[in-house]
C-alpha cells in the first residue's frame, strides 16, 4: 500500500469520525476544516525536514516560495 493511500485512509477514517460526532448538527465547513488540520502540520514538518529552508521546501511541496511565505504568515510560522 502506497504512502498516499495510507493518508487518504486516515483523512476517511477522520471524516467518519467528525460525521459520527455531529450530535445532529448539520456538517460546515468540511473542507476549510480539514485544510486547516492539514496545511499546518505539513508545511511545518517539511520546514522542519530542511532546516527552515524555504526554497527547499517550496519545492518538496511543489509551491511557488512566495505562496510558501504567505501560509507561513497564515499560520505564524518562522
Not at 49 to 69: H, P, Y
Amino acid at each position: 500500500m502506497s504512502k498516499d493511500c495510507l493518508l487518504s485512509q486516515a483523512i476517511i477514517a477522520s471524516l467518519d469520525d467528525y460525521f459520527i460526532n455531529l450530535d445532529g448538527q448539520p456538517p460546515h465547513a468540511i473542507y476549510d476544516m480539514v485544510l486547516g488540520c492539514v496545511e499546518q502540520p505539513m508545511l511545518e514538518y517539511i520546514l522542519n525536514k530542511v532546516g527552515g529552508n524555504q526554497s527547499k521546501a517550496a519545492e518538496i511541496l511543489g509551491i511557488n516560495r512566495n505562496t510558501l511565505r504567505k501560509k507561513m504568515a497564515l499560520y505564524n510560522l518562522s
